[in-house]
């Protein structure tokens, strides 16, 4: 979506309540704001989904505190991502045991089809990341955020963000070629 | 700037890690429960409805000060009746506007 565009459906949502509009902004960033946080909650859809909805409905009623500084999708990352990080707080679960648990179990289920146990391999190495490594490398890697953007969307300093993702990558690249 | 390496290990994760299908009911779903929200139009709509409150005012009290009142003429009575109709239209508008949800 074009940013004027963006900003024309933005400014309908602000000045008249144009719910359509929001609709639109919704349709267009849904995929990737649920793809996110797929990542983020290592593949548990509903939780994704439930955390997509959330964030979205966050957004349209801080939709007048939009400054238009940064891009939408940065915005709504941010927003995203400090979802996540409440409901990490608020449920203090211990996600990494649990979700490498569902992976194996999945895994031993379809173990004779090879790019599902790659997709495994690679879905098994993300989820043990610690939650800042995972969001690091799901905004950079996998949205093609610039590390810039990345830092805003987390309110970290770059060079923070640079260390988490080189630990990141460098723990998921170990992982990898034992596995 | 993303290296050569970040490249090829990004384009990995995408192939391989974990995809969103795209939903058809997620966007009806978040439009379901979207809070209620005040619009701009109400607050421009209560703020005519202000203005024209003290408008109605000053007509009232125009129109009492500046009538005889020994002589009650076919116009005074059709300016009352104006008067009164326009007031109470203005009351019935700005009630709705107060109390309505939108």
Not at chain 1, 57 to 76: C, D, E, H, P, Q
Not at chain 1, 107 to 130: F, H, I, P, Y
Not at chain 2, 58 to 75: A, F, K, M, Q
Request: net charge neutral; aromatic share 10%.
């Amino acid at each position: 979506m074009k940013k004027l565009d963006e900003l024309a459906l933005i400014t309908r949502c602000v000045l008249a309540d144009d719910r359509q509009a929001f609709g639109q902004l919704v349709e267009a960033y849904q995929s990737s704001v649920r793809r996110f946080f797929l990542n983020l909650t290592a593949g548990d859809a509903a939780l994704s989904d439930d955390l997509s909805q959330e964030t979205f409905i966050k957004a349209y009623v801080n939709l007048r505190a939009f400054k238009g500084v940064a891009s939408f999708s940065t915005w709504l990352y941010r927003i995203g991502y400090n979802e996540f990080y409440t409901h990490c707080r608020r449920t203090h679960e211990e996600r990494l045991d649990d979700t490498v648990g569902i992976v194996t179990l999945m895994g031993g289920s379809n173990a004779s089809n090879d790019a599902l146990e790659a997709n495994l391999t690679v879905q098994e190495a993300m989820s043990r990341l610690s939650d800042t490594e995972r969001a690091v490398v799901t905004l950079f890697y996998i949205e093609d955020k610039p590390l810039k953007q990345v830092a805003r969307i987390m309110n970290l300093p770059e060079g923070t963000v640079k260390s988490h993702l080189h630990r990141a990558k460098s723990r998921m690249t170990t992982f990898l070629k034992n596995n | 700037m993303k290296s050569e390496e970040d490249i090829k290990f990004g384009a990995l994760l995408k192939e391989q890690g974990h995809q969103a299908a795209d939903n058809p009911w997620f966007t009806q779903r978040v439009l379901n429960r979207l809070p209620e929200r005040e619009s701009s139009v109400r607050w421009v709509w209560w703020a005519i409805c202000a203005v024209a409150a003290v408008i109605c005012c000053l007509c009232w009290w125009w129109l009492i000060d500046s009538r005889d009142y020994t002589v009650l003429t076919v116009r005074d009575m059709a300016d009352y009746a104006i008067m009164s109709v326009v007031t109470l239209v203005l009351i019935w508008q700005s009630i709705s506007v107060t109390f309505s949800r939108e």
